[in-house]
Protein backbone atom coordinates (compact mmCIF):
# COMPACT_ATOMS: atom_id res chain seq x y z
CA UNK A 1 0.00 0.00 0.00
CA UNK A 2 3.00 2.46 0.66
CA UNK A 3 4.32 1.89 -2.63
CA UNK A 4 0.74 2.45 -4.28
CA UNK A 5 0.30 6.01 -2.17
CA UNK A 6 3.73 7.28 -2.97
CA UNK A 7 3.36 6.15 -6.86
CA UNK A 8 0.15 8.18 -6.83
CA UNK A 9 1.61 10.80 -4.76
CA UNK A 10 4.06 11.51 -7.06
CA UNK A 11 4.93 14.69 -9.06
CA UNK A 12 4.22 13.15 -12.77
CA UNK A 13 0.41 12.42 -11.61
CA UNK A 14 0.08 16.00 -11.33
CA UNK A 15 -2.48 16.11 -8.15
CA UNK A 16 -4.36 13.36 -10.29
CA UNK A 17 -6.89 16.73 -11.00
CA UNK A 18 -9.62 15.72 -13.43
CA UNK A 19 -8.60 15.75 -17.17
CA UNK A 20 -5.24 16.30 -16.53
CA UNK A 21 -2.06 14.16 -18.03
CA UNK A 22 -1.45 12.84 -14.31
CA UNK A 23 -5.11 12.07 -14.11
CA UNK A 24 -4.83 9.25 -16.82
CA UNK A 25 -1.60 8.50 -15.45
CA UNK A 26 -2.75 7.40 -11.73
CA UNK A 27 -6.35 5.85 -13.56
CA UNK A 28 -3.80 3.75 -15.39
CA UNK A 29 -1.63 2.64 -12.98
CA UNK A 30 -4.94 1.51 -10.50
CA UNK A 31 -6.04 -0.31 -13.16
CA UNK A 32 -2.57 -2.18 -13.68
CA UNK A 33 -2.67 -3.03 -9.78
CA UNK A 34 -6.13 -4.03 -9.86
CA UNK A 35 -5.04 -6.59 -13.00
CA UNK A 36 -1.94 -7.65 -11.08
CA UNK A 37 -3.70 -8.64 -8.04
CA UNK A 38 -7.02 -10.57 -10.22
CA UNK A 39 -9.57 -8.21 -9.80
CA UNK A 40 -11.78 -8.46 -13.07
CA UNK A 41 -13.59 -5.66 -14.35
CA UNK A 42 -17.16 -4.64 -13.67
CA UNK A 43 -18.00 -2.79 -16.44
CA UNK A 44 -17.77 -6.01 -18.98
CA UNK A 45 -14.21 -5.87 -20.01
CA UNK A 46 -13.08 -2.45 -19.67
CA UNK A 47 -11.78 -1.37 -16.31
CA UNK A 48 -13.13 2.18 -16.64
CA UNK A 49 -15.98 3.74 -16.69
CA UNK A 50 -16.36 6.61 -18.86
CA UNK A 51 -18.74 9.63 -18.48
CA UNK A 52 -18.52 13.28 -19.18
CA UNK A 53 -17.02 15.93 -16.33
CA UNK A 54 -17.30 19.75 -16.61
CA UNK A 55 -14.42 20.72 -17.48
CA UNK A 56 -12.81 24.78 -17.39
CA UNK A 57 -15.35 27.72 -18.19
CA UNK A 58 -14.64 29.17 -21.36
CA UNK A 59 -15.96 33.28 -22.24
CA UNK A 60 -17.05 33.32 -25.27
CA UNK A 61 -16.95 36.06 -27.61
CA UNK A 62 -20.28 37.76 -26.21
CA UNK A 63 -19.07 39.29 -23.11
CA UNK A 64 -19.99 43.25 -23.02
CA UNK A 65 -20.50 45.76 -20.83
CA UNK A 66 -22.24 49.15 -21.52
CA UNK A 67 -23.10 51.80 -19.11
CA UNK A 68 -24.68 55.00 -19.58
CA UNK A 69 -23.20 54.47 -23.18
CA UNK A 70 -19.61 53.72 -22.75
CA UNK A 71 -18.15 50.27 -23.72
CA UNK A 72 -16.03 48.64 -21.31
CA UNK A 73 -13.69 45.58 -22.16
CA UNK A 74 -14.03 42.14 -20.89
CA UNK A 75 -10.85 41.28 -18.98
CA UNK A 76 -9.75 44.79 -18.68
CA UNK A 77 -12.35 46.78 -17.29
CA UNK A 78 -14.87 43.78 -16.01
CA UNK A 79 -15.30 40.17 -16.23
CA UNK A 80 -18.32 37.66 -16.47
CA UNK A 81 -18.30 35.66 -13.65
CA UNK A 82 -18.09 31.69 -13.91
CA UNK A 83 -21.16 29.86 -12.84
CA UNK A 84 -23.36 33.06 -14.16
CA UNK A 85 -25.87 32.29 -16.66
CA UNK A 86 -25.12 33.64 -20.15
CA UNK A 87 -27.48 35.64 -21.39
CA UNK A 88 -28.03 39.65 -22.20
CA UNK A 89 -30.01 41.86 -19.87
CA UNK A 90 -30.51 45.84 -20.02
CA UNK A 91 -31.90 47.51 -16.88
CA UNK A 92 -30.67 50.03 -14.23
CA UNK A 93 -28.56 49.75 -11.49
CA UNK A 94 -29.04 50.67 -7.69
CA UNK A 95 -25.55 50.40 -5.53
CA UNK A 96 -26.07 48.18 -1.93
CA UNK A 97 -22.94 49.68 -0.76
CA UNK A 98 -20.49 47.28 1.61
CA UNK A 99 -22.65 44.21 2.70
CA UNK A 100 -20.84 42.93 5.54
CA UNK A 101 -20.42 46.07 7.44
CA UNK A 102 -23.08 45.84 9.65
CA UNK A 103 -24.62 42.27 9.64
CA UNK A 104 -24.02 38.77 8.43
CA UNK A 105 -26.73 39.45 6.43
CA UNK A 106 -25.68 40.87 3.11
CA UNK A 107 -29.14 42.36 2.19
CA UNK A 108 -29.24 44.35 5.28
CA UNK A 109 -29.07 47.39 3.78
CA UNK A 110 -31.59 47.48 1.33
CA UNK A 111 -35.18 46.55 1.03
CA UNK A 112 -36.58 43.67 -1.90
CA UNK A 113 -38.47 45.88 -3.73
CA UNK A 114 -35.34 48.12 -4.46
CA UNK A 115 -33.95 45.34 -6.77
CA UNK A 116 -36.65 44.23 -8.60
CA UNK A 117 -35.52 44.82 -12.12
CA UNK A 118 -32.19 46.21 -11.98
CA UNK A 119 -28.68 44.88 -11.39
CA UNK A 120 -27.57 45.31 -7.85
CA UNK A 121 -23.92 46.88 -7.54
CA UNK A 122 -22.59 45.76 -4.27
CA UNK A 123 -18.92 45.18 -2.63
CA UNK A 124 -17.39 42.23 -2.56
CA UNK A 125 -16.51 41.78 1.24
CA UNK A 126 -17.17 37.92 1.89
CA UNK A 127 -16.67 37.86 6.13
CA UNK A 128 -12.63 36.54 6.84
CA UNK A 129 -11.54 34.85 10.25
CA UNK A 130 -9.54 38.39 10.58
CA UNK A 131 -13.03 39.93 10.90
CA UNK A 132 -13.85 38.55 14.16
CA UNK A 133 -16.33 36.33 15.41
CA UNK A 134 -19.77 35.66 15.16
CA UNK A 135 -19.56 36.14 11.04
CA UNK A 136 -20.97 33.71 8.37
CA UNK A 137 -18.58 31.74 6.61
CA UNK A 138 -18.41 33.17 2.95
CA UNK A 139 -20.03 30.40 1.36
CA UNK A 140 -22.74 30.65 3.62
CA UNK A 141 -22.41 34.77 2.59
CA UNK A 142 -22.55 33.98 -0.78
CA UNK A 143 -25.50 31.27 -0.83
CA UNK A 144 -27.38 34.41 1.32
CA UNK A 145 -26.70 36.54 -1.11
CA UNK A 146 -27.67 34.76 -4.23
CA UNK A 147 -31.41 33.90 -2.25
CA UNK A 148 -31.98 37.79 -1.19
CA UNK A 149 -31.05 38.31 -5.35
CA UNK A 150 -33.74 35.24 -6.50
CA UNK A 151 -36.19 36.74 -3.86
CA UNK A 152 -35.86 40.50 -5.30
CA UNK A 153 -36.42 39.36 -8.72
CA UNK A 154 -32.97 41.20 -9.49
CA UNK A 155 -31.51 41.36 -13.16
CA UNK A 156 -28.23 40.43 -11.86
CA UNK A 157 -25.20 41.60 -9.87
CA UNK A 158 -22.41 43.49 -10.32
CA UNK A 159 -19.60 43.26 -7.65
CA UNK A 160 -17.32 45.59 -6.85
CA UNK A 161 -13.95 46.48 -4.57
CA UNK A 162 -13.06 50.26 -3.52
CA UNK A 163 -10.85 49.29 -0.58
CA UNK A 164 -7.32 48.95 -1.49
CA UNK A 165 -6.74 46.50 1.64
CA UNK A 166 -8.66 43.43 -0.21
CA UNK A 167 -7.25 42.23 -3.67
CA UNK A 168 -9.70 42.19 -7.02
CA UNK A 169 -11.66 38.63 -5.97
CA UNK A 170 -12.13 35.78 -8.74
CA UNK A 171 -15.23 34.78 -7.83
CA UNK A 172 -16.17 31.54 -8.96
CA UNK A 173 -19.83 30.29 -8.41
CA UNK A 174 -19.39 26.49 -10.05
CA UNK A 175 -20.00 25.02 -6.56
CA UNK A 176 -22.67 26.74 -5.14
CA UNK A 177 -25.89 24.90 -4.52
CA UNK A 178 -28.65 25.52 -6.96
CA UNK A 179 -28.88 27.41 -10.33
CA UNK A 180 -27.58 31.08 -10.94
CA UNK A 181 -30.18 32.31 -12.84
CA UNK A 182 -29.09 35.85 -13.92
CA UNK A 183 -25.78 37.45 -15.10
CA UNK A 184 -23.05 38.45 -12.59
CA UNK A 185 -19.97 40.28 -13.16
CA UNK A 186 -17.00 41.31 -11.44
CA UNK A 187 -16.15 45.59 -12.56
CA UNK A 188 -13.07 47.00 -11.24
CA UNK A 189 -13.01 50.65 -9.62
CA UNK A 190 -13.05 52.69 -12.68
CA UNK A 191 -16.10 51.26 -14.01
CA UNK A 192 -17.83 51.90 -10.69
CA UNK A 193 -16.53 55.17 -10.47
CA UNK A 194 -18.43 55.98 -13.58
CA UNK A 195 -21.65 54.34 -12.43
CA UNK A 196 -21.98 56.35 -9.70
CA UNK A 197 -21.38 59.75 -12.09
CA UNK A 198 -24.12 58.40 -13.33
CA UNK A 199 -26.70 57.25 -11.76
CA UNK A 200 -30.30 56.73 -13.27
CA UNK A 201 -28.25 55.13 -16.39
CA UNK A 202 -28.90 51.69 -17.58
CA UNK A 203 -26.45 48.47 -17.75
CA UNK A 204 -26.66 46.96 -20.94
CA UNK A 205 -24.82 43.82 -19.93
CA UNK A 206 -23.91 40.66 -21.71
CA UNK A 207 -22.77 37.14 -20.52
CA UNK A 208 -21.19 34.44 -22.75
CA UNK A 209 -19.89 31.44 -20.71
CA UNK A 210 -19.81 27.51 -21.41
CA UNK A 211 -18.35 25.15 -19.60
CA UNK A 212 -16.00 22.70 -21.93
CA UNK A 213 -16.65 18.77 -21.17
CA UNK A 214 -14.28 16.32 -20.15
CA UNK A 215 -14.07 12.55 -20.55
Sequence with gaps: IRTDIYRLAADDMEGRESGTEGEVRAAHYIKER??????QPVFG?????????????????????????????HEIDFFSIPGSASTRMKAGYVYT???????????????LDKISGKYFVMEYHPPSPAEGEGRIGAREWMASLLQFAREGKAAGIVFVNTRPDRDDPRIDFRNMPGSI?????FAYGHVFEYMMQHPGEYIDLSVNLYREELQ
Design 97 to 111: GDATTASADPAHALA
Design 181 to 185: GFPMI
Design 34 to 39: MQEIGL
Design 45 to 73: TDYFQWFPIPGEWVWGEENNLVVAGHAFE
